[in-house]
């Protein structure tokens, strides 16, 4: 008899899972039971799916190493068999994943068959990927580029666990897994809705402002809870009127700050470009390779050639990136010839709530949550340097929100 639910999350050491679950707990196990364990520890169903879909070019003997290790512990190889069946359910499996938290090994070890855990469930839908990518006829060099991110996760993972193998990019993945993530050229290129909580609109020369709507803002700007911007005293929540005539609300400037004073943009002068839950494209930047603005310009025409050809009824509103690449801060830090600070300027920028230690996970492979000794950090590269000076005093580098117009 298999055990209970609550017995088996007990006994791998998951401390939350999505309720839903229970409804399929039994049916899962009585498979596993009927089957003798799950295909999802088998190393010949990757190598299958590797032989069809060259899916796991850098990764595979891990990936089959790791489900032999599996195998080997019946309370893993079982949460394996709920969390594939899981993904496999699309319908749920955002939000399963999301009230999902994967066990972990004892603190200061590592153990590749918990460890790749969420690794191998994730890579068991490169299948159902594929399939949903070919159906619009995508090259295939596309669809190569973007089901090998599934496998990517390990050697992210590797690089920041002093080469150990593991994953912990199930959660992002799901955007592959469904067909809106994709590499295209330099970026990755998301098929989304725009979240952010302000309006853009756009006058006949082109020029475009944003106003806010409903966020809380420090009385310096920034939105109220971001790393050094706690106090309330003097903070305020614009909101964004429309009249027959006229849209009124606070302005946000070139550095992404809010203002305290409302503007009045007049109907007959400004339209309304982009509001919450529009189609747009987002951009997000994959560790590596150059941002230079021929290289990312010609990303850009490639994204745009690809979304008309193979999603014709995605009638996106522009292109937005949410990074602590778009800081403003980096100006000073990385001056104006950067990269960088080129791709930042390319964007019209909103704040947003931001813990300030993004750059601790991207650049110095730290956990993002925590506090860092700065004096340990790197300093390999001229951008490492830049913010290791900039923390020693003090500082922050903040997500930043960003548009710009197709």
Request: charged share 30%.
């Amino acid at each position: 008899m298999y055990p209970k639910i609550d017995e088996l999350m007990s006994e791998v050491g998951c401390s939350r899972w999505p309720d839903r679950w229970r409804d399929i707990y039994d049916e899962v196990m009585e498979g596993y039971e009927k089957n003798g364990g799950t295909h999802l520890c088998n190393p010949d169903f990757y190598r299958d799916l590797h032989k069809r879909y060259e899916a796991f070019p850098r990764y595979l003997e891990v990936i089959c190493e790791a489900a032999k290790k599996i195998e080997e512990s019946k309370p893993l190889s079982r949460l394996l068999a709920l969390l594939g069946a899981s993904l496999a359910d699309r319908e749920h499996a955002w939000a399963d994943v999301a009230a999902f938290s994967a066990p972990t090994p004892p603190c200061g070890t590592r153990d590749l068959a918990t460890d790749m855990l969420t690794g191998l469930a994730t890579v068991s839908m490169l299948e159902y990927s594929h399939e949903k990518l070919a159906e619009r006829n995508i090259p295939r060099e596309i669809i190569l580029a973007t089901t090998t991110m599934l496998e990517a996760g390990i050697g992210e993972f590797a690089k920041r666990h002093n080469g150990a193998y593991g994953y912990h990019l199930m959660n992002w993945n799901q955007r592959a897994i469904d067909g809106t993530l994709f590499r295209i050229g330099r970026l990755e290129i998301e098929l989304c809705r725009y979240e952010s909580r302000s309006a853009v609109f756009e006058n006949e020369k082109g020029e475009l402002i944003a106003l806010a709507d409903g966020d809380s803002f420090h009385r310096d700007g920034i939105v109220l809870g971001s790393a050094g911007y706690k106090d309330d005293l003097g903070a305020f929540t614009p909101p964004l009127l429309e009249s027959e005539d006229a849209y009124v609300g606070n302005p946000y400037d070139r550095l992404g700050r809010c203002s305290s004073e409302p503007i009045k943009l007049q109907k007959s002068e400004w339209k309304k470009l982009l509001s919450h839950g529009d189609k747009v494209i987002a951009l997000h930047i994959p560790v590596g390779g150059s941002l230079a603005p021929d290289e990312v310009d010609r990303t850009l025409e490639l994204t745009k050639r690809f979304v008309a050809e193979y999603f014709p009824e995605w009638d996106y509103r522009g292109f937005t990136c949410e990074s602590w690449l778009l800081d403003p801060q980096l100006e000073a830090l990385l001056g104006d010839e950067s990269n960088i600070v080129k791709f930042g300027r390319r964007f019209l920028r909103v704040s947003v709530e931001s813990g300030g230690r993004s750059p601790n996970y991207f650049v110095f492979m730290r956990p993002m949550d925590e506090e860092v000794d700065v004096s340990a950090l790197t300093e390999n590269t001229r951008l490492e340097r830049a913010l290791k000076e900039h923390y020693s005093k003090g500082g922050f580098i903040y997500d930043v929100f960003g548009y710009f117009s197709k």
